[in-house]
């Protein structure tokens, strides 16, 4: 089982990347997807969650309004749509799978049932 994380990249502030996360190996359709993320020196952050069924989402606060999170492919692949990007968004991005009852568990979790490896995001100004 393998979560592969892909569409970082260098990008000006205010520019934009999509982030995708493929889920191989099983199928993720009754799993809770999402995005965290860990800048050098500092902890992880909660980025963004989507349900299985995708039409539930959640975002930490730094990124509200700016993210957008969706998944597709019968729930095996995840986006993380990101505009107006700020420097401060720089980072390692990470996607997760959680079999959870609500989304709003995932940003609590200190361990994940599927973590991907990172992709980088740098933002300058």
């Known amino acids: 089982v393998q979560l592969q994380a892909s569409g970082g990249g260098l990008v000006q502030a205010g520019g934009s990347l999509r982030l995708s996360c493929a889920a191989s190996?099983?199928?993720?359709?009754?799993?809770?997807m999402g995005w965290f993320r860990q800048a050098p020196g500092k902890k992880r952050e909660f980025v963004a969650a989507i349900n299985w069924s995708a039409d539930t989402v959640y975002y930490g606060d730094s990124v509200r309004g700016r993210f957008t999170i969706d998944r597709a492919n019968a729930g095996n692949t995840v986006y993380l749509q990101m505009d107006s990007l700020k420097p401060e968004d720089t980072a390692v991005y990470y996607c997760?799978?959680?079999?959870?009852?609500?989304?709003?568990?995932?940003?609590?979790?200190?361990?994940?049932?599927?973590w991907g490896q990172g992709t980088q995001v740098t933002v300058s100004s």
């Open positions: 997760a799978a959680d079999r959870v009852n609500t989304i709003t568990t995932m940003r609590l979790l200190l361990e994940h049932d599927y």
């Open positions: 190996g099983r199928t993720f359709s009754n799993y809770a």
